[in-house]
């Protein structure tokens, strides 16, 4: 009976290097035993070289084997003395071969066992691992999708918000616009009226009182006037609004006999509309008695008007190169014109002061700035 026995392994194509895995060698009567190995999943192709003994004739042997683990059925390999698999799947193999000789006697097996370790990826803590990072990732989508979607509805509240305060302001301001324009229209009403009224008197000084209450009215008609014409209605500049005023206050009282001239120094600041009021009252008593008063016996002069910035504090001023005041009793709070300037002035939480002399005359007030510069309540 032959003796079968398997001279060699082959891995990938290439021997194998049986020192690369163990250090422990055996060699039985010069022939390498070959050592129990587990190979990594990716070396899973073999090729078995394998023979037998036999006394009586060995050229006529034939061989059959088989892979446990594997297959379970013998394959016959006739005279060919080598076997190869491809692409083992992991797990424990054992090869085994046998030899017959021409009598039909089979020897017994030879065999060798090894194995093929399992990839990472079939593992169970890889598939742990896995379920732990999708489980984390699906649980971070859901947030995230819930993020978005608390955040689009947020987003989509803000607009909503958002689009009716801008119709609600928009519609503040129309209400606002129209206020203005029927105020302004109410106020040309007085006046007319007054004009018609003047048509009936025959009294100088009674008509004087009528064309100074017109100034008046024109000067809170002019405040209106201009906050109808802008698209801000809580804020006047307040160097447009001085000259426009002071310019219909000139045009009342130039009769052509005098030349009087107006020179302004007003810096660039914008008027509360609560105060434009007052401060505009103040500057209609203040140019219309220079007008009356300032240029006696004279055929020219100037009225000079400033509004300026000082740091905590604005300062308006209306002077003139007139007369002066001839006496103290001029600006007595008697007169009506100097009742309003000083109510006026109280009103505004302000401080004037008067200079006269030979040279002319000057009104000076100072007011807080935080007065008439904040917006109204």
Known sequence: IPIAHIENVALNAQPVEWSDYTDELEYRYTTLTLPEVTFSHGNNSFTFSFSAIDFTNTDNLEFRYKLEGLEEEWRCAGQVRYATYTNLPAGNYEFRVQARNRKGEWSESAQYTFSIDVPFWYTYWFW???????????????????YKYETQTLQRKVKEKTRDLTNALRDKDTLLKETHHRVKNNLAVIYSLLEMQKQHL??????QVINDSQLRINTISEVHE???????????????YIKDLV?????????????????????????NMKYAIPCGLILNELITN???YAFQERDKGTISIS???KDDQIGLSVADDGVGMPDEQDVSPNTLGMSIVKSLTRQLDGELDIESDENGTRFEINIYKHTIIKDPD
């Open 226 to 240: 201009n906050l109808y014409q802008q698209d801000r209605f809580s804020r006047i500049c307040a160097e447009d």
């Open 290 to 292: 220079a007008y009356k």
């Open 247 to 271: 310019r219909k206050i000139s045009q009342s009282y130039d009769t052509g006999e005098k030349s009087i001239s107006l020179k302004f120094d007003i810096d660039r600041l914008d008027l």
């Open 307 to 309: 509004m300026k910035d």
């Open 202 to 207: 025959d009294s100088p000084n009674a008509i």
């Open 128 to 146: 742990g691992a896995m379920l732990l990072i999708f489980g984390a990732a699906g649980l971070g989508l859901m947030h995230y999708r819930r």
